[in-house]
């Protein structure tokens, strides 16, 4: 492996809804992501890309979004809570793709307007990236009452979670930097 090649990290908005504030999580992922050194942050988000219909096969996928998990080397889904799982949108754009996410690092973020930051949420990704071939890193970060960690223009209100987003960036990273040697080094 290069060590002057950067990994490459996909950050993913977990839901299209209008009103969501979700969003200012996920854009704070993007912006803690795009200052650590060693690596280049991809943001996507569901509404980005053109999946009609369920599925895996040629037709359910978008070549925009296969490109970018092709060359990923990790993931950093962020999600908020709909009806105790993650939005169905969401599902759809992770079930576009298998091969590509195998063997590769994923970490997650939880958003919620109550208390529990999104758990209920990240239980149920966790169950569904592990048919995909992902591995959970062991951190979590957990957006609680969102609406009063971000003012309304996004601006972070409680700089502890930043610390929350860099401590779970390190794990993965380790894990993105050890499973990209594996994948280039060892017999699969
Ligand atoms: C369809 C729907 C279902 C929801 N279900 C839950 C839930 O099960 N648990 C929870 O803590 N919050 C739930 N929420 C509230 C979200 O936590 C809240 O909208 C929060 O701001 C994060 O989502 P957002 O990015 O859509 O704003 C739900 C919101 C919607 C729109």
Aim: glycine share 10%; charged share 30%; proline share 6%.
């Amino acid at each position: 492996m290069s060590e002057i090649e950067p990994l490459q990290i996909v950050v993913i908005e977990g839901t299209t809804r209008v009103q969501r504030l979700s969003i200012h999580a996920a854009r704070l992922v993007e912006e803690i992501g795009r200052g650590l050194p060693g690596i280049e942050i991809t943001f996507v988000e569901p509404g980005d890309f053109d999946l009609p219909g369920d599925g895996n096969d040629p037709e359910g996928k978008d070549p925009r979004y296969t490109a970018i998990t092709e060359k990923a080397d990790g993931f950093f889904v962020v999600s908020p809570e709909y009806n105790h799982s993650f939005p169905g949108s969401l599902k759809r754009l992770l079930d576009s793709e298998l091969e590509n996410y195998i063997h590769k690092p994923v970490a997650f973020a939880g958003v919620s307007n109550g208390g529990w930051g999104g758990v209920r949420a990240i239980e149920a990704l966790v169950n569904t990236v592990r048919e995909m071939g992902l591995t959970a890193t062991f951190t979590d970060v957990h957006f609680p009452r969102v609406q009063d960690i971000f003012d309304k223009d996004g601006k972070l209100l409680d700089e502890k979670y930043r610390a929350r987003v860099e401590r779970t960036y390190t794990e993965l990273i380790w894990m993105a930097k050890t499973f990209k040697w594996g994948r280039e080094n060892l017999p699969r």
